[in-house]
């Protein structure tokens, strides 16, 4: 077994973090190598105490406190996580169902980088969490899956889970509730796709990570062919807090309809990339002017991607939109998985889009026709015009070719590739033309792309 | 600059026209075997011991040769054209063998940003290892270009081989990465 023993040169903190205006509910004791320890977690973190609150209450009664928090889903779409565990069919008379409860650990979305310091420093919040929904949803058992390259945290996690099971927290009889529960943890293999929560159940059964024609969805026909619900890991993280506190003051955190606290990612060109932990609905300029401390060259912000790299792009005007799911979507974009992406006036946005349409084309698993042919026709049309053997025609091609997969794909890949091109391709449209024309960058320092693309 | 088509990479699972890798050896070591028929307990179904199995047979193989595909399937008693479908499909299930120390550099777009181009191209100058290019001949290196590794606000980084990642690479982090192989204190490919 491998745990991280390095120093993280991240920093998880900000002068105010903890405070009434900036509640830690998340990354309390991030940066510490030894908070992941259940000693900590119960010491120093009144670890365990939502669980025994929740064993106390009826099933029912805890998706009502989840409900009542107003929580929605933090793996990118928002959907409201007490709802999502009321489809979950229930157990009748004639028939008793077995349930599972999965935890998408797969954190792939370029620019997203908040689940691996949960599972680095609080996987016992995420143990919590998980087994306060599998009694919520009256669930037999519990995988986490895990994306192939974080190793050293499965290994943590299995740790974790065992310590959870010393204390009587998992296994039969949790707590002398006469309910049977237990998590087991899977590693994926390297493949974004995985992420899509039917992908990521065909790979939990070991297949290949195709995404599932839906319907049937998850809480019909999920992992084993079992009714399953899927939530992200920090959506899970946050269920402890939200019984601990009360639904009704989690829902008091945030802006009206995005309650609680998120983590936020921010990286590319700004002073201090890392996380901060911050209440729903905080203007993106608090992030990256306060908290980031702005450009790191002292250029002027060119482009913001505002929640992972499938979100379409905002520029230096969009500063004051309210990061929540319901502003970001108003501004066009999307608050998704709440990773922000800076980039100055150096960088050369046909270089951006070709490197974004680079990964789709390499992830789309290739089921359907216009993700497979859409990303890859992107792709190359993006590579002649960076490489000056573009065409004008070329630029109303690419135009006219997000549309056709926008919302026409199996799953939502298709639409995440398109998004951000599309917008890109949009608002930095003179970009393009200069290329085709000329065959050089407008931005000459830009340098983004290693020799192959 | 003549780059009509982007041309294929070695990151592909399988590139049109390649073949899988064959060697010799056909079966699974015995502490492997064992492994594998545990894992086949582990969970609802069978099916799904298929990845962790491959990481075994991979572990045990250096890389997942037909054979070593082969021999999984045996173990599992699931189709050979099963696990063959899942391992290609993964790209961490490496269908051709990678150096000692195979390094996985982000270049996406927040790594991409702060320098991940220049830590491929300075990887590349200090190892003689083409990135994608399979193994130098001494064994040793290899690179690879790989997708968002979730270290963005660290980036760049790099991933030698299934370890924790090294983050903020300048100069001189990378020197110490690269030391820290030759002096044997990273564990070799395999050896995880
Ligand atoms: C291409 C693609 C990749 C995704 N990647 C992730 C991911 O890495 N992590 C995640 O939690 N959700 C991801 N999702 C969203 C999941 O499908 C799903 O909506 C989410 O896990 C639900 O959890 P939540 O309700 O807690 O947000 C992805 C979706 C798509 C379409
Ligand atoms: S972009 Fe490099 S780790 Fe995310």
Redesign the interface.
């Given at each position: 077994m491998r745990i991280r023993t390095k120093r993280d040169p991240q920093s998880y903190t900000f002068p105010g973090y903890g405070t009434e205006a900036f509640p830690s509910l998340l990354l309390r004791g991030a940066g510490d190598l030894d908070n992941w320890k259940i000693q900590a977690y119960e010491g120093r973190h009144e670890g365990y105490q939502a669980l025994r609150k929740a064993l106390a209450s009826a099933p029912a009664e805890v998706t009502e406190e989840v409900k009542r928090s107003g929580l929605r889903g933090r793996g990118g779409a928002g959907f409201p996580t007490g709802l999502k565990w009321t489809f979950m069919p229930k157990d009748t008379e004639e028939k008793k169902v077995t349930r599972y409860v999965v935890c998408n650990a797969d954190e792939g979305e370029p620019g997203t980088f908040k689940d691996r310091a949960i599972l680095e420093y609080n996987p016992h919040q995420l143990i919590e969490g998980m087994i306060i929904a599998g009694w919520a949803m009256q669930c037999r058992m519990g995988f986490i899956y895990v994306r192939g390259e974080f190793k050293w945290l499965v290994d943590k996690l299995d740790a974790a889970i065992q310590e959870a099971r010393e204390q009587g927290y998992l296994g039969k009889n949790i707590l002398g509730s006469g309910w049977d529960f237990d998590l087991l943890t899977y590693r994926g293999a390297g493949a974004y796709i995985c992420g899509e929560e039917t992908a990521l159940l065909n790979s939990l059964e070991g297949r290949r990570g195709e995404p599932r024609v839906k319907p049937p969805f998850p809480a019909q026909v999920g992992a084993y062919g079992q009714p399953t619900t899927v939530n992200n890991v920090e959506t899970f993280a946050c269920v402890p807090p939200i019984l601990r506190m009360g639904g009704a003051a989690f829902a008091g955190i945030g802006s009206p309809n995005n309650s609680g606290t998120r983590i936020f990612g921010i990286s590319g060109h700004v002073k201090r990339p890392g996380l901060y932990e911050l209440p729903m609905g905080t203007p993106l300029r608090f992030l990256v002017e306060e908290l980031a401390g702005g450009t790191s060259s002292g250029r002027p912000i060119k482009a913001i991607c505002p929640g992972g790299s499938s979100a379409p792009f905002l520029t230096a005007e969009d500063l004051d939109t309210p990061m929540d799911f319901d502003a970001m979507k108003a501004k066009g974009t999307m608050a998704g998985s709440g990773g922000v992406v800076v980039m100055d006036d150096s960088v050369c946005m046909v270089q951006v889009a070709l490197r974004l349409a680079h990964f789709y084309a390499h992830e789309s698993c290739g089921q359907c026709t216009p993700c497979r042919e859409g990303c890859n026709w992107m792709e190359m049309i993006l590579h002649r015009i960076e490489h000056g053997q573009g065409r004008m025609e070329d630029l109303d091609l690419l135009a006219s070719l997000t549309p056709r997969i926008n919302l026409r794909t199996l799953c939502p890949l298709g639409d995440a590739a398109a998004g951000p091109i599309e917008s890109i391709l949009k608002k930095w449209r003179p970009e393009f033309e200069h290329h085709v024309k000329t065959g050089h960058c407008l931005a000459q320092e830009s340098h983004l792309l290693v020799g192959a693309h | 600059?003549?780059?009509?088509?982007?041309?294929e990479?070695a990151?592909?699972p399988l590139a049109p026209g390649q073949r899988l890798a064959e060697v010799e050896r056909r079966e699974l070591s015995p502490e492997a075997l064992a492994e594998i028929r545990a894992l086949a307990q582990?969970?609802?179904?069978r099916?799904?011991?298929?990845?962790?199995a491959?990481?075994v047979a991979q572990r045990d193989f250096g890389f997942l040769s037909l054979g070593a595909m082969k021999a999984v399937a045996r173990a599992l008693e699931l189709p050979e054209g099963?696990v063959f479908?899942?391992a290609t499909?993964?790209?961490?299930?490496r269908k051709a063998p990678v150096g000692k120390y195979h390094m996985q550099v982000c270049?996406?777009?927040?790594c991409?940003?702060?320098?991940?181009?220049?830590v491929?191209?300075k990887l590349a100058e200090r190892t003689g290892a083409v990135?994608?290019g399979g193994p130098t001949a001494d064994g040793l290196w290899s690179i690879e270009?790989?997708?968002?590794?979730?270290?963005?606000?660290?980036?760049p980084c790099v991933?030698v081989n299934?370890?924790?990642y090294d983050?903020?690479l300048d100069e001189a982090a990378l020197e110490q990465v690269l030391e820290a192989c030759r002096k044997g204190e990273v564990p070799a490919w395999g050896e995880?």
């Amino acid at each position: 077994m491998r745990i991280r023993t390095k120093r993280d040169p991240q920093s998880y903190t900000f002068p105010g973090y903890g405070t009434e205006a900036f509640p830690s509910l998340l990354l309390r004791g991030a940066g510490d190598l030894d908070n992941w320890k259940i000693q900590a977690y119960e010491g120093r973190h009144e670890g365990y105490q939502a669980l025994r609150k929740a064993l106390a209450s009826a099933p029912a009664e805890v998706t009502e406190e989840v409900k009542r928090s107003g929580l929605r889903g933090r793996g990118g779409a928002g959907f409201p996580t007490g709802l999502k565990w009321t489809f979950m069919p229930k157990d009748t008379e004639e028939k008793k169902v077995t349930r599972y409860v999965v935890c998408n650990a797969d954190e792939g979305e370029p620019g997203t980088f908040k689940d691996r310091a949960i599972l680095e420093y609080n996987p016992h919040q995420l143990i919590e969490g998980m087994i306060i929904a599998g009694w919520a949803m009256q669930c037999r058992m519990g995988f986490i899956y895990v994306r192939g390259e974080f190793k050293w945290l499965v290994d943590k996690l299995d740790a974790a889970i065992q310590e959870a099971r010393e204390q009587g927290y998992l296994g039969k009889n949790i707590l002398g509730s006469g309910w049977d529960f237990d998590l087991l943890t899977y590693r994926g293999a390297g493949a974004y796709i995985c992420g899509e929560e039917t992908a990521l159940l065909n790979s939990l059964e070991g297949r290949r990570g195709e995404p599932r024609v839906k319907p049937p969805f998850p809480a019909q026909v999920g992992a084993y062919g079992q009714p399953t619900t899927v939530n992200n890991v920090e959506t899970f993280a946050c269920v402890p807090p939200i019984l601990r506190m009360g639904g009704a003051a989690f829902a008091g955190i945030g802006s009206p309809n995005n309650s609680g606290t998120r983590i936020f990612g921010i990286s590319g060109h700004v002073k201090r990339p890392g996380l901060y932990e911050l209440p729903m609905g905080t203007p993106l300029r608090f992030l990256v002017e306060e908290l980031a401390g702005g450009t790191s060259s002292g250029r002027p912000i060119k482009a913001i991607c505002p929640g992972g790299s499938s979100a379409p792009f905002l520029t230096a005007e969009d500063l004051d939109t309210p990061m929540d799911f319901d502003a970001m979507k108003a501004k066009g974009t999307m608050a998704g998985s709440g990773g922000v992406v800076v980039m100055d006036d150096s960088v050369c946005m046909v270089q951006v889009a070709l490197r974004l349409a680079h990964f789709y084309a390499h992830e789309s698993c290739g089921q359907c026709t216009p993700c497979r042919e859409g990303c890859n026709w992107m792709e190359m049309i993006l590579h002649r015009i960076e490489h000056g053997q573009g065409r004008m025609e070329d630029l109303d091609l690419l135009a006219s070719l997000t549309p056709r997969i926008n919302l026409r794909t199996l799953c939502p890949l298709g639409d995440a590739a398109a998004g951000p091109i599309e917008s890109i391709l949009k608002k930095w449209r003179p970009e393009f033309e200069h290329h085709v024309k000329t065959g050089h960058c407008l931005a000459q320092e830009s340098h983004l792309l290693v020799g192959a693309h | 600059m003549n780059h009509p088509l982007p041309p294929e990479t070695a990151e592909h699972p399988l590139a049109p026209g390649q073949r899988l890798a064959e060697v010799e050896r056909r079966e699974l070591s015995p502490e492997a075997l064992a492994e594998i028929r545990a894992l086949a307990q582990r969970y609802p179904q069978r099916m799904a011991a298929t990845l962790p199995a491959l990481y075994v047979a991979q572990r045990d193989f250096g890389f997942l040769s037909l054979g070593a595909m082969k021999a999984v399937a045996r173990a599992l008693e699931l189709p050979e054209g099963h696990v063959f479908g899942v391992a290609t499909f993964y790209t961490m299930f490496r269908k051709a063998p990678v150096g000692k120390y195979h390094m996985q550099v982000c270049t996406n777009l927040s790594c991409a940003l702060r320098g991940a181009a220049q830590v491929v191209k300075k990887l590349a100058e200090r190892t003689g290892a083409v990135p994608g290019g399979g193994p130098t001949a001494d064994g040793l290196w290899s690179i690879e270009e790989v997708e968002c590794l979730a270290s963005c606000g660290s980036g760049p980084c790099v991933q030698v081989n299934h370890g924790v990642y090294d983050e903020f690479l300048d100069e001189a982090a990378l020197e110490q990465v690269l030391e820290a192989c030759r002096k044997g204190e990273v564990p070799a490919w395999g050896e995880e």
